[in-house]
């Protein structure tokens, strides 16, 4: 799995995935022009989304017939860090509340984003080298 981010101007950024692609920009009060979510909303869009599918897929697992299923995700961000100190799932759905404690607890089983985020996940960062033609170098 792989996806792409390139900076068009300012604080504006294409991220790729795959033939998708979303703009990713700042908020005014962060220096950007506001002309896509940030990347922390981004991330936090990744959180909700991911836990949202999983609890839908132990649903669906356990015949459960899901009719609406809803993510909030509330991060508190620590600006002197730079990261979120905490963050907050809500899930808000129609089915018993008894249920949902259920599928709650078997999806965090499923949720990527969640389990990287909670067990902490090593990041390795490189320089991609220009390849260089020993053709024209000779």
């Not at 022009?33 to 697992?61: H, I, N, Q, W």
């Not at 984003?113 to 033609?133: A, G, L, M």
Request: charged residues 30%; glycine residues 2%.
């Amino acid at each position: 799995m792989e996806v792409q981010a390139v900076w068009k101007k300012n604080y504006q950024v294409e991220v790729k995935a795959r033939q998708f692609s979303i703009s990713i920009d700042e908020a005014p009060e962060f220096h950007g022009e506001d002309t896509g979510m940030m990347p922390t909303e981004l991330f936090l869009c990744s959180l909700a989304s991911c836990f949202c599918l999983a609890l839908v897929y132990v649903a669906r697992k356990k015949r459960i017939e899901v009719k609406d299923m809803r993510v909030n995700v509330k991060g508190k961000k620590n600006l002197k860090d730079f990261l979120f100190s905490s963050l907050l799932v809500e899930v808000d759905s129609s089915l018993p509340s008894e249920t949902l404690e259920g599928i709650i607890a078997l999806a965090k089983k499923y949720c990527f984003v969640s389990n990287t985020v909670s067990k902490s996940c090593p990041i390795e960062y490189t320089i991609i080298k220009p390849q260089i033609d020993t053709d024209e170098h000779e």
